[in-house]
């Protein structure tokens, strides 16, 4: 399936580009935002691998992987990157995940990204099951899940190991059914 190109009232899901470097690059190199997630800040080349990677796996047949920009509606500026991997052993199941930029935090864009993102797993792609993990502090991304409509399903022990420490994850997913009667 290419190009994606999904819709919110206030946001949309489009495929990344080569010219999506330094908007991503303000995300994945800042500290504060990366502080919870799995990986540590990049470097903008790193970036622009990211991406060439992503632009790559989107021709892909199958296509198994869905790194998307997050972007305002309004005027098509990247705030945010998404992510739906399928899981090559179960393939109606897949992992997501996304991260947006700390200029909009607090301004429900999250729930409404994730929404975009389920939206398209489970409408587009059909999965049956799709699960993210969080960092146990990363209170926001767990109030953002639940509103969104994901369960909190339990905790990897010692799941990633970020700057020389084990961290666990929280697991938040939601099933196809339960998508269908939100």
């Known amino acids: 399936m290419y190009p994606i190109s999904r819709y919110s009232q206030r946001l949309a899901l489009r495929e990344l580009t080569a010219a999506d470097v330094d908007a991503v690059f303000g995300i994945y190199g800042d500290p504060g935002i990366t502080k919870y997630l799995s990986f540590e800040p990049r470097a903008r080349e790193q970036v622009r691998q990211i991406i060439d990677r992503s ?19 309004k005027d098509n500026g990247l705030i945010g990157v998404g992510r739906i991997a399928v899981d090559p052993h179960q393939p109606r ?4 995940g996304f991260a947006l930029h700390s200029s909009v935090w607090g301004a429900g864009y999250g729930v409404e990204a994730v ?10 792609l059909r999965l049956h099951r799709i699960w993210g993990a969080r960092a146990p502090l990363n209170e ?6 639940t509103k969104a409509g994901m369960v909190e399903e339990g905790v990897i022990r010692q799941h990633i190991e970020k700057a020389g420490q084990w961290r666990d994850s929280v697991v938040h997913s939601m099933l196809e059914s339960e998508w269908a009667s939100a």
């Open 55 to 73: 632009i790559a796996s989107a021709g892909a047949s199958p296509r198994n992987e869905y790194a998307l920009a997050i972007t305002e509606r």
């Open 93 to 96: 199941g897949a992992t997501f």
């Open 115 to 124: 929404r975009l993102l389920l939206g398209l797993g489970f409408g587009d």
């Open 140 to 145: 926001a991304s767990a109030r953002t899940m």
